[in-house]
């Protein structure tokens, strides 16, 4: 698919993988909708990068608010991609040192905004998707949600986000085949260590560790490739219902 001159919408699109990944589109030539909770990064972001990235305020777990984004961004036409990478982890074991279970408040939290809050915004982009014009081959466009590889190697205290970056997974193939009907792609990047904000919060010492513990390239993760894979996700039309891990052949230890 070209990009250039197609409408895009990005959940977490202020901040670190999310923001990348709207730099990329626009650089492509696309007019960027950034979904995020956080209105003044948003805003501020939209802002500097200019008239082709809007901001609509979107707590991707509130139903009416996804629905209202997506067809705000539906409405300035070409509306093909949608790009999940909102999400939120915790660190809770089943039971902690004392015996207490884990709250079920908090792992709820954390599947509503991973789990549901990808739902939520692909099935309102699928529906607006649909309503495209076919391009070559019947393609009407593409969804990339964003997993993890604690899908598959979960460490001590991830039960949560595990589960619900397993579920994505889970969900991707399913989702490809469902779509298949409309010519809309379905797609999941599983990142490894990412060098996001939140990670920069970490002494360097601990970041050098971690990075020392990738196979190759010895370094985090960036932004930068998550974009990057997901443009050629977009790009190749023959790509759909695969999870495809960004972790540098990382496999992580229990903890």
């Known amino acids: 698919m070209d990009i250039n001159g197609v409408t895009a919408v990005v959940s977490g699109g202020a901040s670190g993988l999310g923001a990348a990944t709207t730099r990329a589109l626009l650089d492509k030539g696309a007019h960027v909708f950034i979904l995020d909770r956080d209105e003044a990064r948003g805003k501020e972001l939209a802002s500097e990068l200019g008239s082709r990235v809007d901001f609509v305020h979107t707590d991707v777990t509130v139903e009416e608010q996804v629905r209202e984004a997506l067809s705000t961004a539906a409405s300035a036409g070409n509306l093909r991609i949608a790009v999940n990478c909102a999400g939120i982890g915790i ?3 089943v039971i902690d040192r004392s015996g207490e279970p884990h709250d079920l408040e ?3 939290r954390v599947l509503r905004v991973n789990l549901f809050g990808t739902f939520n915004v692909m099935r309102f982009a699928a529906s607006q998707i649909s309503k495209q014009e076919p391009l070559e081959h019947g393609e009407r466009g593409v969804i990339v949600n964003t997993a993890s590889i ?4 979960g460490q001590i205290g991830q039960l949560a986000y595990s589960a619900s970056k397993g579920a994505i997974v889970g969900m991707t193939l399913p989702a490809a085949r469902d779509l298949s009907a409309v010519g809309i792609r379905v797609l999941t990047i599983a990142p490894g260590i990412m060098d996001t904000p939140l990670l ?5 010492q601990i970041r050098a560790a971690l990075a020392a513990g990738v196979p190759f390239p010895h370094r985090l993760g960036t932004p930068e490739d998550y974009a990057s894979l997901l443009l050629e996700m977009v790009r190749n039309g023959y790509l759909n219902g695969e999870v495809v891990r960004l972790d540098g052949s990382l496999r992580m230890a229990p903890k």
Request: glycine residues 14%; hydrophobic residues 25%.
């Open 200 to 204: 920069g919060q970490l002494p360097d």
């Open 106 to 108: 908090s792992f709820d």
């Open 150 to 153: 604690a899908a598959y190697d």
């Open 91 to 93: 660190g809770r074991r």
